[in-house]
């Protein structure tokens, strides 16, 4: 395991035993047995609000770190958005995470560098272009 591993298992650690120690367990899915789809969207989407103006103050402290020139703290703040991000899956609990996580790494996993390219102004890795013969 790489130092970085270590460090996000340490990190969803913390998170875990944060919520615990504050008695903020995640959603309960046993209320949703009737299938009361609405019920669940409504709770997922109000525990998504409640934790977006603690997401926006981080990020916006990492643009701050950033916009000094600040690394130390950049890196910092950084940490804290993954903190505030662990802690809003934990929330949703495993069983709602487990396939949007897998779509993501598949969906991640199959870009090559015959398929994306880095963008030269974003960075952003995106799709190649394809040639007329290519779409052919």
């Known amino acids: 395991m790489t130092q970085l591993e270590r460090n996000v298992v340490a990190i969803v650690k913390s ?12 959603i309960d899915y046993t209320y949703f047995q009737l299938n009361d789809k609405d019920w669940e969207a409504a709770t ?4 998504f609000q409640s934790r977006l103006g603690l997401l926006v103050e981080e990020v916006g402290e990492v643009a701050k770190a950033l916009n000094h020139g600040d690394i130390e703290a950049s890196v910092k703040e950084v940490v804290d958005v993954l903190y505030i991000v662990i802690g809003m ?7 709602r995470i487990e396939s949007p996580i897998d779509e993501i790494i598949n969906k991640n996993g199959d870009k090559t560098l015959k398929t994306h390219e ?3 102004v974003t ?11 290519e779409a052919l």
């Open 15 to 26: 998170v875990i035993e944060f919520h615990e120690r504050f008695d903020l367990p995640p």
């Open 44 to 47: 997922l989407l109000s525990h």
């Open 89 to 95: 899956l934990y929330d949703i609990g495993d069983q």
């Open 118 to 120: 880095i963008h030269p």
């Open 123 to 133: 960075g952003k890795i995106v799709r190649r272009e394809r040639s007329d013969e």
